[in-house]
C-alpha cells in the first residue's frame, strides 16, 4: 500500500500534465474520493483468513428520501429504507431515519438525527446469535461537500453514529434484555455524470456511482473494526424539480461482530436498489 501511494504521489504532476486538468477537474476529484477509500482500507487493516465463513445473499433496497425545506438554510430530512431479500420476498431490515438539516454554505450541508433499524434473520448465518429480529437505535451528525464540475457532481459524506443495538441474554427470551452501545464512522464518495448538457431541462437523465465504507470504533468492537461496504452503480432521471428517481445494480459486503466456530463471518450481499427523491419547499411565499 505504501509503495502504490508513493507512485501516486511521484505520478500526480505527469499524469496532471497528460490530461490537461486543474486541481477542480473531475479527475482529481474522482482520486481523491478513491484515495480516500483506499486509507480507511489500509488503516483498518484487514487480515486475509483462510478458514473465515463467507454467506452470500441476493438483496433488494427500496428506499424513499424526502427533504422539506423550511428556510433558506433549515429543513428537515426523512427517509424510510425497505430491505428485502431475496430481491423481494422476505425481510432483511427495516430503517427508519428523521434529521434536520443545517446550510452551512451551498455546498455544505450539516445534518444530526435519529435512525431506527429492525434487523431480521436472513440467509444461512444470521446476524444475532440466536437468530432473532433485534431493534437498534442511533443518534448520527453528518457532514456533506458537494462540487459540481461541468456535467459531473461530486459528493463526499461523513457521518458519525452512536448506535445502541439490542441483545438477548437468552434463546428464550422473545424481546431483547438489553442494548449494546457502540460507535461507528462513515466516508461515502458519489459521482454524478449528467447525460445532457442542459441541467435546467427535464427530465434530465444520469448515470451515478458511489462507495461507502463503515468502520466500528471505541471499546465495544469485537472482531469488526471493518463493518460494512457498500457499492452501487445506478441509472437516474430527475423528473423535475420534486421528483428524482434512480436504480440499478447494489452490493453490500457484512463483516459479522461475533464468530462462529471460532471463524470471522464475512457476508456478501448483491443485488438491485431503487431510491426515490422528493425535495418539498414549505418556505412562506413572498407576497
Not at 427530465?203 to 461496504?229: R, S
Request: net charge positive; with cysteine; proline share 3%.
Amino acid at each position: 500500500m505504501k509503495r502504490f501511494l508513493n507512485f501516486f504521489q511521484v505520478s500526480q504532476p505527469r499524469i496532471d500534465s497528460m490530461i490537461l486538468v486543474n486541481k477542480h477537474s473531475p479527475f482529481i476529484q474522482c482520486k481523491k474520493g478513491l484515495l480516500i477509500v483506499l486509507l480507511l482500507f489500509s488503516c483498518i487493516g484487514l487480515k486475509a483468513q483462510s478458514g473465515r465463513v463467507n454467506t452470500y445473499n441476493t438483496i433488494g433496497w427500496y428506499n424513499y428520501f424526502g427533504n422539506y425545506r423550511l428556510s433558506e438554510k433549515i429543513s428537515l430530512h426523512a427517509e424510510y429504507q425497505w430491505r428485502r431479500t431475496p430481491l423481494l420476498s422476505d425481510w432483511q431490515q427495516s430503517l427508519l431515519r428523521i434529521g434536520v438539516n443545517y446550510q452551512l454554505k451551498p455546498s455544505v450541508l450539516f445534518r444530526v438525527g435519529y435512525a431506527w433499524a429492525e434487523t431480521f434473520p436472513y440467509g444461512d448465518v444470521p446476524i444475532n446469535v440466536y437468530g432473532k429480529t433485534f431493534s437498534e437505535h442511533r443518534m448520527f451528525q453528518l457532514l456533506q461537500f458537494s462540487q459540481p464540475e461541468g456535467r459531473f457532481d461530486f459528493t463526499h459524506r461523513f457521518m458519525l453514529e452512536q448506535r445502541w443495538i439490542g441483545r438477548f441474554s437468552s434463546a428464550a427470551l422473545q424481546q431483547e434484555d438489553d442494548y449494546v452501545y457502540a460507535n461507528r464512522m462513515r466516508y461515502m464518495f458519489r459521482t454524478v455524470y449528467r447525460l445532457r448538457k442542459d441541467a435546467r431541462t427535464y427530465p434530465l437523465p444520469y448515470v451515478a456511482a458511489y462507495d461507502e465504507i463503515l468502520i466500528g470504533f471505541g471499546k465495544n468492537v469485537a472482531v469488526n473494526i471493518f463493518d460494512q461496504n457498500r457499492l452501487g452503480c445506478l441509472l437516474g432521471v430527475k423528473l423535475n424539480s420534486n421528483w428524482t428517481i434512480e436504480g440499478g445494480y447494489f452490493n453490500q459486503i457484512i463483516q459479522f461482530s461475533r464468530l462462529v466456530g471460532g471463524q470471522s463471518v464475512m457476508q456478501y450481499n448483491g443485488g438491485m436498489i431503487l431510491n426515490a427523491w422528493h425535495a418539498v419547499d414549505w418556505r412562506r411565499k413572498k407576497k
